[in-house]
């Protein structure tokens, strides 16, 4: 059948299967469209093999390069003049988009050789040595949450209208600070944090009241883990452990990626903003968090456990690197 934008299927010329120059109908007229770097049938592609793979290593040398500084440098290498279209459709034939950089703390050689050395010394711990490990931290916890991701749709002209504006509330109209803590079988209550913690309330506020004993629960072969924060490591906290008789974990700095704990705030606070949305005040997100916190499942804490073993082989496959998590 010859498509109706055919001239000559307009003029009732028509026929089963006929050559009519951009009017082909047989099967090659598609297979010039199919995949990435396609071109106009009867077009040549505009770059060689050569300059494909130079476009490839050129946008993996820095992994920023636009297109438009990729063409410059292609055209100082090999003297062609090549669209950033063309570029960008070649980059994609190589399965490269542009995506936002995933943020991640700074890690200096010496951090990498102590995430290193800590994954080196627990890639081989079993499940149950793991579910002897008491993960704590902090986390803040914003009343509105800005996502600079978010997309909306709109026409040429309303950038500005209301329906397409994403409203920011300074300082994200306040904040809740909260410590805690889990173990594959044993949970402390969470913590709110006003105010700046020292290294004294951090041990007559959290350490004696709520970590000490969870660990007499777990038993003599529990392990403490909290990260390097100042007022984690100040001396009244290292003589309290110690005189508690606390099994302290050597964390190395810059880990956030390392602690389970992390990825329970991630999923505690899409929980508030779903179940909750619009927080009254800071007081009203405090007691959602609670709540959240409550009914969370106990298999979400076993597999946050139980990623420990992943999370140490994919830091030392990197050299001490960054992982996914």
Not at 294 to 300: K, M, S
């Amino acid at each position: 059948m010859v498509p109706r934008w055919c001239p000559q299927a307009r003029s009732g010329q028509a026929t089963s299967r006929v050559h009519l120059g951009h009017c082909q109908t047989d099967s090659t007229f598609h297979s010039h469209w199919e995949g990435p770097g396609k071109t106009h049938p009867g077009q040549p592609k505009k770059t060689t093999p050569r300059e494909d793979r130079l476009i490839e290593r050129l946008a993996l040398q820095t992994r920023t390069a636009s297109s438009s500084i990729i063409r410059r440098q292609l055209r100082v290498a090999t003297n062609t003049n090549i669209s950033q279209q063309t570029i960008r459709n070649r980059l994609h034939g190589f399965n490269l988009r542009s995506r936002r950089p995933a943020v991640r703390p700074r890690l200096t050689p010496a951090h990498r050789a102590a995430r290193r050395a800590f994954c080196r010394r627990h890639v081989r711990w079993t499940r149950q040595q793991w579910s002897q490990v008491l993960f704590s931290d902090e986390s803040r916890f914003t009343l509105n949450h800005n996502d600079d991701r978010l997309g909306v749709w709109g026409r040429q002209g309303e950038r500005y209208i209301d329906a397409t504006v994403q409203e920011k509330v300074a300082f994200g109209g306040g904040s809740v600070m909260v410590w805690g803590a889990f173990s594959l079988h044993h949970r402390t209550p969470l913590f709110h944090v006003q105010g700046n913690l020292t290294g004294l309330r951090y041990r007559d506020e959290i350490l004696r009241p709520l970590a000490v004993p969870t660990l007499q629960q777990m038993g003599p072969q529990a392990v403490y883990q909290d990260d390097n924060a100042r007022p984690h490591r100040a001396r009244v906290v290292n003589d309290f452990l110690q005189q508690s008789g606390v099994n302290r974990m050597e964390w190395p700095a810059c880990s956030p990626d390392l602690n389970p704990i992390e990825n329970l705030w991630d999923e505690l606070d899409r929980k508030v903003r779903s179940n909750h949305s619009p927080l009254r005040d800071v007081q009203h997100l405090y007691q959602m968090l609670q709540a959240e916190r409550q009914a969370l499942l106990h298999r979400i804490f076993t597999i946050l456990v139980n990623s420990m073993g992943s999370r140490c082989v994919e830091c030392q496959n990197s050299q001490g690197g960054y992982t996914h998590y």
